[in-house]
T-cell receptor, first 114, second 114 residues
Framework: GDSVTQMEGPVTLSEEAFLTINCTYT??????LFWYVQYPGEGLQLLLKATKADDKGSNKGFEATYRKETTSFHLEKGSVQVSDSAVYFCALSESRAAGNKLTFGGGTRVLVKP | KAGVTQTPRYLIKTRGQQVTLSCSPISGHRSVSWYQQTPGQGLQFLFE???????NKGNFPGRFSGRQFSNSRSEMNVSTLELGDSALYLCASSESSGDQETQYFGPGTRLLVL
């Protein structure tokens, strides 16, 4: 079945550093791809999405490009802040399945130090 | 608009009991999905309801069930609780049902089974 693999954390960075979180997927169709963020004690918040190849999703300084040739959707941010400390989840939604069903990666914990 | 709300936020039960969790979607949203989050298994899809019909189901035993009411509110029920059912249960809503839909998550219900 479809699956998502993302780099394990924790990733520890200093403020203003560059952040990259790798995400690759396996899917037989053409899924939509998402990044969600989870802050301590909270649910998931959508960070960005892309629905077709070469689409770039962006939000709050974060970016990710849907790369069909490498089946990847890496998350990047040029200058992180302490407030970006959270767990980040890459997810896909199967294009051939009926309805909504998100398949998530294992999550990457990011810790930004002042 | 108010976000997705889930009640209760915390719950403690003992093995063998049953539990019902409630989810109120964003106003106007007709699809509600449920996910289980555990440290060991990560985020896993339970099921989706759209217009009071179950559209999709994950790989969980029959002890896990759900329903959706005409106002789109949803409940999930777990019968004969096991220790391994301890988890954060997340509800997500979307306007419709399809792979490109964005799902908006609630804060979750944290269930502890003793």
């Amino acid at each position: 079945g479809d699956s998502v693999t993302q780099m394990e954390g924790p990733v520890t960075l200093s403020e203003e550093a560059f952040l990259t979180i790798n995400c690759t997927y396996t899917a037989t169709g053409y899924p939509s791809l998402f990044w969600y963020v989870q802050y301590p004690g909270e649910g998931l918040q959508l960070l960005l999405k892309a629905t077709k190849a070469d689409d770039k999703g962006s939000n709050k300084g974060f970016e990710a490009t849907y790369r069909k040739e490498t089946t990847s959707f890496h998350l990047e941010k040029g200058s992180v802040q302490v407030s970006d400390s959270a767990v980040y989840f890459c997810a896909l939604s199967e294009s051939r399945a009926a309805g909504n069903k998100l398949t998530f990666g294992g999550g990457t914990r990011v810790l930004v130090k002042p | 608009k108010a976000g997705v709300t889930q009640t209760p936020r915390y719950l403690i039960k003992t093995r063998g009991q049953q539990v019902t969790l409630s989810c109120s979607p964003i106003s106007g949203h007709r699809s509600v999905s449920w996910y289980q989050q555990t440290p060991g298994q990560g985020l896993q899809f339970l099921f989706e309801y759209f217009s009071e019909t179950q559209r999709n189901k994950g790989n969980f035993p029959g002890r896990f069930s759900g329903r959706q009411f005409s106002n789109s509110r949803s409940e999930m029920n777990v019968s004969t609780l096991e220790l391994g059912d301890s988890a954060l249960y997340l509800c997500a809503s979307s306007e419709s049902s399809g792979d490109q839909e964005t799902q908006y998550f609630g804060p979750g219900t944290r269930l502890l089974v003793l």
